[in-house]
């Protein structure tokens, strides 16, 4: 067990500390401020074992525009730094201490002197106040050592088995150990959404609708979004890793930074050449760690000019707004001059004790301030990561700022580990002999327990060949910001209550010097709060757990539940690139947002895409997007009931394939002619389905019933030009039971009500327009079947709306069909369960889910229950494991919340049921309902990843979606 270092001076009551050593000659650098020149003691290290500091801990102030020194503690003066006043600077209460004043030279008059053409300036070498002295492609050095940087690649945990978890968790810890006996520095950050990158990228993919009268432009439209995803200050989870190189510094190196500071050109030259060399010497080295980092499960790249840009900005920016930190990153060597960017960002500065520090800085031309809390993690509880606890590093995620990490370790080699244990079972051995031998009296219960413990470690280390039971040491470190201290300080009482009662976090004193613990290449502050524990429990912090779901171009849908990322979609992406179904469940009870998230994809896809967009809207709330300005002149809203006669009828809605729309020669004409085949099949078995579900309940069951449509049909033919009146003469040609059948179906098949829609051949030109972006084909007014109510006791109007709404789904299809294959295309199907119920509607799926990739279409079909998906390929085993999307909103009832996880392809039994049920809790009212701009949660299964998303429209640029999708009569002005 590492001792503990005596506590300094200034902690020990009653005693003064002892006088600061005289400076040497070469200890001391000059700098310039506010034209005076001030001496004092050289920079800070950059070992990474902890260093006491020779002055008051917690009193210290920094500007990065200068090099850092300990703060001067003078009564009733002012200090003023770089241009910033602080005020009077109190004394320090009870300390027994008063700092000696500074030193102050006056730099002595020189002659002035004639310079060589192009000669040396006489400006004063620079010497960074940071540890760091250069950084080359993803190496960081330090006068004393070197780190490769890596980005480590975001690992998706939620809604995961426990089994995936447990194997990525050792696959990591496996990692880990084989980087033994090297400093690691962990470095969590968080980056603003890239808005303007994305609207580049969205505007180059886009074919938007031209800009209609009274509708938001596309230009106001990018500008809306990029604001509206520039608002969560959370958005990129951003982890970085630092490895220690072996003898990363050599002395001709360390020669070569101090040459490069201080020489002329040629003796600059002559240090760039020693530090060349010195990294040429580690290139063997490096390419080891990089293999590992990379085939690893860490997934670690090295880190991008862009990217050191980003952490060294962010570590020395704490606390500042990252948005105005996106600064070019043209190459990736950092000279020692170089460092000024990042030396001279921010200037912290904190009072005696203080619990924060403050980090003042200039945004886009405005002057900021923020006050930083900095905590470490202390002692821990039993943890059971996965099956009860999250990791223990990514609790704060769901926090609603963003919380830094910074986390110094190394994994001990086993001789190393050994030898610690041995030390504490030895105290421990000593304990026990001095209650039972000296005192006669039995060691407590919790020796004993100390015991077990350190015999259990040490038999995993002789016995464990995995390398998970190797030991590693550690300080953990995290800081919070705040407009105001008491802001911070709210803050840190927040991230405490998230990890109680497992994790204690502690607030810690020298809050300045643990703060510089943030920026890469600075040292340890403290050995206090030291972690340790087996590489299998590091394992299980898991930083580099995030949400990926989505995509880097579509539309901005989508937010994260836990960080607010943004997320847009393109619905055709994983269609055109992976071949995958483009078929997608929306799942969900009332009030779960279907309807909303059917509407707002639609409107999504038509505005940015010129998509043709077809929706079959039982209840009418849809029909009001084509009412919205964007869209005038490219959406339609039709009431099929009123519509021509023919409409509907089943011989025409089954599309005729064109030889055209295959390829030349025969393997083509055969596609063909099987294709052609198939359409006869399936207008016959249309045909005699809509029949069959015309009859009355009674008649439909008898045995002869099927023979006798069979017959009729073929005696009609199967050529589109047909239509019902004709089935119904061919039955009348069958004999008795023929007329009987026909004299059944007369009531219902009356050309005055809804039943012409099935007589007659339609009008071509109305569902075939290429204009219509949008069609909403409105069923409202069709009477559904009741609940609960056997079939023999439905009404005329009853029976027929079920064969009417899935004639209308065929139209969709048949539309989809005559559209230009390459053009993008999505229909949107509600009351999935009256599909499912059918042979008509089961065909239409599965026909739906075999060519939506042929004809570049997103199938949407919505329904409150998930077993009837599940139904329409027997289980997870069909169309339900082909499904790439699924989207799956509130749902309150057990079994419908088991299968919404099956169908999620997600496990049951281990609590994902309760989640189901709180999604889109918080927009409810009683009154109301849910709020026409409360955003609607629902669980995204999306390929391999399944993640909990907002769909969010509270933009004003969404103001009109949101009111043509408010399914409230009152809202929405119905009346």
Known sequence: ??????????????????????????????????????????????????????????????????PDIPAIAV?????????????????????????????????PLRAARDLETGGEPEAGAYVPDLALRGINRHLARTS??????????????????????????????????????????????????????????????ATPLPDRPGGVSWDSWLVAHQRDALRSPKAIK???????????????????????????????????????????????????IDQLMAHSALGGRPVSAGDMTHLLYRSCGMGLPSAAMAPAAPHTQWDTEDLAAVDEL???????????????????????????????????????????????????????????????????????????????ADRVDAQERHYQSEHGLAAPPGL????????????????????????????????????????ALAHLETLRAAYHPTISVEHPEAQYHLLREFIPGEPLATRAHTRRGSVGFLATAMPQVSDIIGDTHGPLIFTAAHSGRPIPWDLWHDIDTRQSSGLTPVIGGLGAGKTFLMGSLAFHAVRAQSAFVTLIDPSGPLTRLAGLPELAGYARAVDLLSAPAGTLNPYSLIPTPHR????????????????????????????????????PAAIRRDSDVQQLLLRSVHAVGTDPSHDLSEVLAALRTQGEQGERLAGSLDPILSTSGPARLLLGQPDGEVWDSNTDRLLVLSTRGLTLPREGVDQQDWGLDEQLSLPLMHLASWLAYRRVY??????????????????????????????????????????????????????????????????????????????????????????????????????????????????????????????????????????????????????????????
């Open 1 to 66: 067990m590492t001792a503990t270092p005596s506590a300094p001076a200034w902690e020990q009551p009653d005693e003064l500390p002892a006088p600061a050593p005289a400076l040497e000659q070469g200890d001391q650098q000059r700098y310039e401020q506010d034209d005076v020149y001030v001496e004092h003691p050289a920079g800070h290290g950059s070992d990474y074992l902890p260093q006491q500091a020779d002055y008051p801990a917690d009193y210290g102030q920094h500007s990065f525009a200068t």
């Open 75 to 107: 009564p009733g003066s002012s200090m003023s730094y770089g241009g910033y006043s602080d005020g009077p600077t109190p004394a320090i209460a009870g300390a027994g201490w008063v700092a000696p004043a500074p030193q102050v030279s006056v730099p």
């Open 144 to 205: 004393t050592g070197t780190m490769a940087w890596y980005h480590l690649a975001p690992r998706a945990w939620s809604m995961r088995p426990d089994h995936e978890r447990e194997a990525l968790m050792g696959a990591i810890g496996l990692a880990l150990s084989r980087l033994t006996g090297r400093w690691l520095h962990w470095r969590v950050t968080w980056r603003p959404y890239p808005a303007m990158e994305w609207a580049r990228r969205h505007d180059q993919w």
């Open 238 to 288: 951003e982890v970085y890793l630092g490895v220690e190189v072996r003898g990363g510094r050599g002395r001709l190196g360390r020669v070569g930074d101090a040459l490069a500071a201080r020489g002329g050109r040629r003796i600059r030259n002559l240090a760039g050449r020693l530090v060349d060399t010195e990294m040429a010497a580690m290139d063997a080295e490096i390419s080891e």
């Open 346 to 424: 921010a200037r912290w500065t904190t009072e005696p004790y203080a619990p924060t520090v403050r980090v003042q800085g200039v945004v886009a031309g405005h002057r900021m301030t923020r006050h930083v809390a900095v905590a470490s993690l202390g002692r821990m509880g039993e943890l059971d990561v996965p099956a009860v606890d999250l990791p223990w590093m990514t609790v704060p995620d769901a926090l609603s700022v963003p919380v830094e990490w910074s986390a110094r370790m190394r994994v001990l080699d086993s001789e190393h580990a050994a030898r610690s244990l041995r030390r504490v």
């Open 448 to 487: 004993h327990r100390q015991i077990e413990q350190a015999s259990q470690v040490r038999d995993e280390l002789d016995t464990d060949h995995t390398g998970l039971s190797a030991r590693f040491e550690g300080w953990w470190r995290l800081a919070v910001a705040g407009e105001t201290e008491a802001e």
């Open 660 to 695: 055209a729309h295959y390829p030349d020669g025969p393997e083509g004409r055969v596609e063909f002619e099987q294709d052609w085949a198939s359409a006869e099949a399936q207008r016959i078995t249309l045909v005699i389905d809509i029949i069959t579900q015309l009859l």
């Open 818 to 975: 005559r559209l230009p294959r390459q053009a993008p295309k999505m229909v949107g199907l509600d009351e999935l369960r009256w599909l499912s119920m059918t042979a008509s509607g089961r065909t239409l799926i599965t026909q739906f889910a075999r060519d939506n990739r042929k004809f570049r279409c997103r199938v949407l079909i919505a329904g409150q229950l998930a077993s009837d998906v599940l139904r329409l390929g027997g289980d997870e085993s069909g169309l339900a494991a082909l499904c790439h999307d699924v989207f799956v909103g509130r749902t309150s009832d057990e079994q419908a919340q088991a299968n919404a996880l099956r169908l999620l392809r997600v496990p049951t039994g281990i609590g994902y049921e309760t989640q189901l049920g709180q999604l889109s809790g918080g927009g409810l009212s009683e009154i109301d309902g849910m709020a026409a701009d409360a955003p609607r949660e629902f669980l995204w299964r999306s390929g391999d990843y399944c993640e909990q998303v907002r769909l969010d429209t509270s933009g004003e640029h969404l103001a009109g979606l949101r009111h043509a999708l408010d399914t409230n009569a009152v809202r929405a002005g119905d009346r």
